[in-house]
């Protein structure tokens, strides 16, 4: 879903040539980005140089990790419960000091005007 005519919220392909414009721009377009016409030979260098990356990083988790590759895909470990902030138990006490039967630490907060 795009904002139409948006400049920030708008359709990216909304403004890019077509047709006769494109055919007109396109060798500039591609001469300006360093591309040929046809793309599957810049693809497959992208392609390439991501799965390095890809094998690179794999190979650089410890062993043990919350993160594995399994068949060729991230698998992310459960996380456990996390330990209780100190400052909770002494923020809870005296938000219920300040305000009787709320939990938040918000009812306390005054405006200074």
Do not use: I
């Not at 920030?8 to 016409?37: I, V």
């Amino acid at each position: 879903m795009y904002a139409k005519d948006g400049d920030r919220w708008g359709d990216p392909r909304a403004r890019l040539p077509a047709g006769e414009k494109w055919t007109a721009a396109e060798p500039k377009g591609l001469t300006a980005f360093g591309l040929g016409s046809e793309p599957a030979g810049h693809l497959a260098e992208l392609a390439s140089a991501l799965l390095a990356a890809y094998v690179q990083v794999a190979a650089g988790l410890p062993g043990g990790s919350a993160l594995e590759v399994v068949g060729g895909k991230l698998k992310l470990a459960k996380l456990g419960k996390a330990d209780e902030p100190e400052l909770m138990p002494p923020s809870v006490s005296w938000s219920t000091a300040c305000c009787p039967g709320s939990t938040s630490p918000n009812c306390c907060w005054r405006s200074p005007n």
